[in-house]
């Protein structure tokens, strides 16, 4: 399936692109901001990072006609900071950071993302790292892997499946997607069974957000973005669940608001001390309606932007 941008214009355009400045891409993917962002560019330079290899090999080529406009850099956003540093970058004109992963990811058959293809329990963005679904499934306790399920899928049925993948596991090991897929059914009651959605939609979730520290690295990611951005710079990010949008939401909001004071505290205004930050949209900027009728992934995507105002 071909890979369309989401949310692209209202991203690029909310970082107000000045074309010699610096711009980070957090999730290259198939270059489709990173392109349109290069397009505003004149002497200005993009870095972009993807933590999935052939992620990189494929927006190499698709941006092979302005690579001395980009640096394109194999590693997690959480690490962006020292990444940047090590090439003499220290401040940036603005970041974009669109989440999750990418329908490329979700469409190869072989990298067990998704329940509707047969394959080993892979789920890795970035292939080179040790830990795998296989490995959440077949070696993490019943209680590890209902907190997962419960945390980062909102599931329902959360120590039941857990209770059943240990079940299953004991006899052999659980190996491919079909086979995970087949013991969450053996589980849920046949009235959750008969609901519309996916009966492993949560459960693949979770354990997608367990292997790929989904979670953490946003976090990370949001705070080193922050520090790095310079006096008038933008941070724009894409979410597309509820966990990742209560991340964004709630660093937005802290960092956008003024330091506490104790009120018996008598203070001039000028005293006062301003957030460094502020918020650019309070409520996030969703897909307009023709984009929702073109592409099914922005339905669930929300965007929020915040800007450094003061150093
Ligand atoms: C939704 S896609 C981005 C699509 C891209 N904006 C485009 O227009 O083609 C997300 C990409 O970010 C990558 N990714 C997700 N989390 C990451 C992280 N923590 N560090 C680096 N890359 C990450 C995934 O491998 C995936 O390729």
């Known amino acids: 399936m071909k890979h369309v941008s989401v949310l692209l214009h209202e991203t690029v355009d909310s970082l107000n692109v000045k074309p010699d400045g610096i711009y980070v891409d957090g999730t290259l993917g198939r270059a489709g901001h990173a392109k349109y ?3 505003k560019l004149t002497t200005g330079h993009l870095y972009a990072f993807d933590k999935d290899e052939q992620a990189l090999k494929e927006s190499r080529e698709n941006l092979k006609d302005v690579l001395d406009k980009a640096t394109l850099i194999h590693a997690d956003f959480s690490r962006m900071k020292e990444e940047l540093h090590a090439r003499g970058v220290e401040k940036v004109d603005g970041i974009m950071m669109d989440l999750g992963v990418s329908s490329p990811q979700f469409d190869d058959s072989q990298r067990g993302f998704s329940y509707r293809f047969d394959a080993r329990l892979d789920m890795r963005m970035n292939q080179e790292q040790d830990l795998d679904a296989e490995k959440v499934v077949n070696t993490y306790s019943e209680q590890e892997l209902t907190r997962i399920l419960k945390e980062y ?19 052999q090991p659980i190996k491919t997607t079909f086979e995970l897929v087949d013991v969450i059914k053996s589980a849920l009651p046949a009235k959750e069974l008969r ?3 996916h ?11 367990e292997v790929n520290n989904e979670l953490g690295a946003l976090q990370k990611g949001i705070e080193e973005a922050l520090d790095l951005l310079d006096v008038n710079g933008r941070c724009a990010i894409i979410t597309f669940h509820s966990l990742e949008d209560r991340i964004v939401k709630n660093t937005f909001k802290d960092y956008s608001s003024a330091p506490f004071v104790e009120p018996r505290i008598p203070l001039k205004v000028e005293q006062m001390e301003q957030a460094s930050f502020q918020l650019i949209n309070r409520k996030p900027i969703l897909a307009t309606q023709e984009e929702l009728d073109e592409n ?9 932007v915040i800007e450094r105002i003061k150093g």
């Open 199 to 209: 009966p492993a939609k949560q459960t693949f979730q979770a354990i997608r957000i």
């Open 195 to 197: 609901k519309k959605g």
């Open 37 to 39: 962002l290069i397009s």
């Open 153 to 171: 899928g909102e599931e329902r049925y959360a120590y039941a499946i857990a209770k059943a993948i240990v079940k299953k596991r004991t006899i």
């Open 296 to 304: 099914h992934r922005s339905h669930s995507a929300k965007l929020r």
